[in-house]
């Protein structure tokens, strides 16, 4: 008021970052069939001992169960880490990494992970009971009885439980699926089910979609019919269960520890009695 100009003195704080590590799957099911899948998206190791999830039951507000992860672990950039029930069925027992009654949830109640102190995703909504369970895309109670698969397409985590929910299929984070659907667990990917034919390019077959070159497989051992290659055909880390086999690949490019065999017709008096070799696998 008497036109002097006030100084202002102001202090900033540097905005965390926060990594790309998020929820990539949820699992409630029949009995004991519990378990949440930690994503690392982030192009370099984490650390796990940086991370915390958090369970709040029946509608808290305050965590009812923690599990700080083991300071001894770490995850290396495109991989998970399974979190489930001790008394689970064994196909979720295949792929978990650490046990936890943290996952001891009941459809009703939010999941939280945390990085140091820093909450980054979440799964339903802290101190809020819906009832039953929240609905996911257009599933009612999807948090009950079923499996949640996080899209391809997300990033990041979202602690914005209602637009990672979302209200249709097309703008929820989720995929949706039924009772006791573990085919997806231990790949942030897509896993070949083999529910139609042995054809890799009929999204039937998939429990995701079809792959492309940046897309995570796996090759699931209790698939209906394993896949048939009979053109060129792309994904980015091929994870295949003992037993599985892939019929018709002349060329394929391996990154990693493979067996790998190739089959020759035997000669039976006529042209494909001579052949080229070599090996089937370029490193």
């Given at each position: 008021?008497?036109?002097?100009?006030?100084?202002?003195?102001?202090?900033?704080?540097?905005?965390?970052?926060?990594?790309?590590?998020?929820?990539?799957?949820?699992?409630?099911?029949?009995?004991?069939?519990?378990?949440?899948?930690?994503?690392?998206?982030?192009?370099?190791?984490?650390?796990?001992?940086?991370?915390?999830?958090?369970?709040?039951?029946?509608?808290?507000?305050?965590?009812?169960?923690?599990?700080?992860?083991?300071?001894?672990?770490?995850?290396?950039?495109?991989?998970?880490?399974?979190?489930?029930?001790?008394?689970?069925?064994?196909?979720?027992?295949?792929?978990?990494?650490?046990?936890?009654?943290?996952?001891?949830?009941?459809?009703?109640?939010?999941v939280e992970l945390i990085?140091?102190?820093?909450?980054?995703?979440?799964?339903?909504?802290?101190?809020?009971?819906?009832?039953?369970?929240?609905?996911?895309?257009?599933?009612?109670?999807?948090?009950?009885?079923?499996?949640?698969?996080?899209?391809?397409?997300?990033?990041?985590?979202?602690?914005?439980?209602?637009?990672?929910?979302?209200?249709?299929?097309?703008?929820?984070?989720?995929?949706?699926?039924?009772?006791?659907?573990?085919?997806?667990?231990?790949?942030?990917?897509?896993?070949?089910?083999?529910?139609?034919?042995?054809?890799?390019?009929?999204?039937?077959?998939?429990?995701?979609?079809?792959?492309d070159a940046t897309v995570?497989?796996?090759?699931?051992?209790?698939?209906?019919?394993?896949?048939?290659?009979?053109?060129?055909?792309?994904?980015?880390?091929?994870?295949?269960?003992?037993?599985?086999?892939?019929?018709?690949?002349?060329?394929?490019?391996?990154?990693?520890?493979?067996t790998v065999e190739r089959?020759?017709?035997?000669?039976?008096?006529?042209?494909?009695?001579?052949?080229?070799?070599?090996?089937?696998?370029?490193?």
């Open positions: 008021t008497n036109g002097t100009v006030p100084t202002v003195n102001s202090s900033t704080s540097a905005v965390p970052t926060v990594p790309k590590v998020f929820f990539s799957e949820y699992i409630e099911g029949s009995s004991y069939n519990k378990s949440v899948e930690i994503y690392n998206g982030e192009s370099t190791t984490i650390n796990l001992s940086d991370y915390t999830i958090k369970l709040y039951s029946n509608g808290s507000a305050t965590a009812t169960t923690t599990l700080e992860l083991p300071a001894s672990s770490t995850l290396e950039s495109g991989g998970v880490y399974v979190i489930y029930h001790s008394s689970s069925s064994i196909d979720i027992k295949s792929k978990g990494d650490l046990t936890s009654g943290v996952v001891n949830f009941n459809g009703n109640d939010a990085y140091n102190g820093l909450s980054i995703d979440v799964i339903g909504v802290i101190g809020s009971n819906p009832g039953t369970a929240w609905d996911v895309a257009t599933t009612t109670n999807a948090t009950k009885d079923h499996t949640l698969v996080r899209k391809l397409s997300v990033t990041s985590g979202n602690t914005d439980w209602s637009s990672s929910a979302g209200t249709t299929v097309a703008n929820s984070e989720w995929i949706v699926l039924g009772v006791d659907q573990f085919n997806n667990l231990g790949v942030f990917g897509t896993a070949w089910v083999g529910t139609t034919s042995n054809s890799w390019t009929t999204s039937s077959n998939w429990d995701v979609q079809i792959p995570n497989v796996l090759l699931k051992q209790s698939a209906s019919n394993y896949p048939t290659i009979s053109s060129a055909a792309n994904c980015n880390n091929l994870i295949a269960e003992s037993g599985v086999s892939i019929v018709g690949i002349d060329y394929l490019t391996v990154s990693g520890t493979s089959f020759i017709s035997a000669y039976t008096g006529d042209s494909d009695g001579y052949h080229f070799l070599s090996s089937p696998v370029s490193f």
